[in-house]
């Protein structure tokens, strides 16, 4: 799903909706998207998501090989389902979302695999750090939607998140699912 | 005869045994309750949650081992006392029953529409009993306080009244719970 230079023409002679879904510039769909991640704390698995992110994926099946994937995650909404808890995440020793606002993951290459699987590798930046991660992705075409599915594992002491303090009670691994409809 | 009666008059052995050990459960359960949700986000905040739940869902095996036994079981006889003590004694207890039960359920529930389930001891996790929900999360720790403070009234009710019977009536309500009685050794009660 390439910008398309028709789309612009398209845009002056077809209503707007009609050129969205057609030769649109699509986007994902945050109201149908989550990104959710999942951290255990004395074992116990809680799911958090974020609440703001954009970002879109040019997937075409006939063309794996020419996807691209670009995500900003915006680190300030993660929601842990309290306040305290949340404004202690913002924290420095943490997300430190003052400083680091936003988080990205731009693939850099995509390797086709089943059909309706890819595996997708890129940077992810997060606190000011960056890690080449490989994300085995499932796409599954809807009549309208293109819905893209993967988890990937994240180590908080590599992108160093969370105090010392918290080593022993919140595990290293982060799980973070995410599952995206553009 | 005689035996048989001596027999009666204490609870069993383990009818005691569940009693004084889901009284410290829980009087540690409260106390870890009414102090922890205040406390500012740290690890220790963390822990004193997973123990508060751990002491719950412990109290709540074994109030259904102790109520199976009950069930199972006769208690001693009622010492002699007027009639609408009777009546409030025994209320009492099926309420301490009630809210032994439904306390630590509904901060079961709590945890699970919180989003935060209860993994017991750290090793085994629990169901979720009902889907993470904000709003319902909100109400459920409410009733679950509500509930607990209403335990610890009944409770501090069913200690006086056991006092009462000891110092005042000079009966032996308190005594056969009490567990080091000679001759109620018994599996009969």
């Known amino acids: ?49 974020f609440k703001t992110f954009n970002g879109r994926v040019d997937y075409d099946p006939a063309k794996p090989n020419a996807s691209k994937a670009a995500i900003e995650v915006a680190t300030g909404s993660f929601d842990m389902g309290s306040a305290d808890y949340n404004s202690e995440v913002k924290k420095k020793e943490w997300l430190d979302s003052g400083t680091y606002p936003k988080a990205s993951f731009i693939s850099t290459s995509v390797k086709p695999g089943a059909t309706g699987h890819f595996d997708a590798t890129g940077t992810l930046t997060l606190k000011g750090k960056s890690q080449t991660l490989t994300v085995p992705v499932t ?44 | 005869m005689g035996r048989t ?35 500012p986000v740290s690890p220790r905040k963390v822990h004193l949650f997973a123990y508060h739940k751990w002491i719950g869902i412990t109290v709540l095996g074994l109030v259904c081992v102790r109520l199976i036994w009950r069930l199972t079981h006769r208690p001693p006889p009622d010492e002699p006392m007027p009639a609408w003590q009777r009546v409030v004694a025994h209320a009492t207890h099926w309420l301490l029953y009630l809210l032994m039960i439904a306390t630590p359920l509904c901060g079961w529930l709590y945890s699970s529409a919180a989003g935060y389930p209860v993994v017991y001891l750290k090793i085994w996790q629990l169901p979720d009993l009902v889907a993470k929900n904000e709003a319902l999360a909100k109400v459920l720790v409410e009733v679950h306080g509500f509930l607990a403070w209403t335990l610890l009234w009944v409770v501090v009710l069913h200690a006086a009244a056991a006092l009462k019977h000891h110092f005042f009536d000079h009966d032996r309500t308190l005594k056969r719970m009490l567990g080091w009685h000679r001759h109620g050794n018994t599996r009969s009660s």
């Not at chain 1, 909706?17 to 004395?42: L, M, N, R, Y």
């Not at chain 1, 599915?149 to 595990?171: C, H, M, N, Q």
């Not at chain 2, 609870?11 to 106390?31: D, E, K, N, Q, V």
Request: charged content about 20%; hydrophobic content about 45%; proline content about 4%.
């Open chain 2, 5 to 39: 009666l001596e027999e009666h008059t204490h609870y069993s052995r383990t009818a005691t045994a569940l009693h004084w050990l889901i009284t410290l459960l829980i009087a540690a359960g409260f106390t870890l309750g009414a102090t922890m949700a205040d406390l």
């Open chain 1, 1 to 49: 799903m390439k910008r398309n230079p028709l789309a612009v023409f398209g845009a002056l002679t077809v209503a707007t909706a009609f050129v969205a879904t057609a030769a649109g510039d699509p986007s994902i769909d945050a109201a149908k998207s989550t990104i959710v991640a999942t951290f255990k704390q004395e074992n116990v698995p809680v799911d958090a998501p």
């Open chain 1, 139 to 182: 796409a599954t075409k809807t009549s309208t939607a293109s819905v893209f599915d993967g988890t990937l594992e994240i180590s908080r002491a590599y992108f160093g998140i969370g105090s010392p303090e918290w080593k022993d009670t919140v595990d290293d691994k982060v799980r973070i699912k995410f599952h995206l409809v553009e």
